[in-house]
């Protein structure tokens, strides 16, 4: 079956950086778009970043500049670079994929606090 598995959130200082990795399995990872949404406490989940399998790549206007969305195809990974972290990125980030068979799947979230 189709699993997303994240990996890399945590504590970190205002304008410090995080890594968030996303481990897909049980499905061809390389012919999907993949997303990384995030849901912070009280607010409802938004799209953050998507990554075509072409590698193009699209933003919220919130992160456009600090956020890197990236792709291993060899490693069915798909990554998200986080830079100048603010305090309102804080949210729990989960990693998606509108998949096979007409499925729509999520990981589990990994929990991104930023603060001082």
């Known amino acids: 079956q189709v699993q997303l598995v994240e990996s890399g959130g945590g504590l970190v200082q205002p304008g410090g950086s995080l890594r968030l990795s996303c481990a897909a399995s049980?499905?061809?990872?390389?012919?999907?778009?993949m997303d990384w949404y995030r849901q912070a406490p009280g607010k409802q989940r938004e799209l953050v970043a998507r990554?075509?399998?072409?590698?193009?790549?699209n933003y919220t206007d919130s992160v456009k500049g600090r956020f890197t969305i990236s792709r291993d195809n060899a490693r069915d990974t798909v990554y998200l670079q986080m830079n100048s972290l603010k305090p309102e990125d804080t949210a729990v980030y989960y990693c998606?994929?509108?998949?096979?068979?007409?499925?729509?799947?999520w990981g589990q979230g990994t929990q991104v606090t930023v603060s001082s």
């Open positions: 990554i075509t399998t072409d590698t193009r790549t």
């Open positions: 049980g499905y061809i990872f390389s012919i999907y778009d």
């Open positions: 998606h994929v509108d998949g096979p068979w007409a499925g729509s799947y």
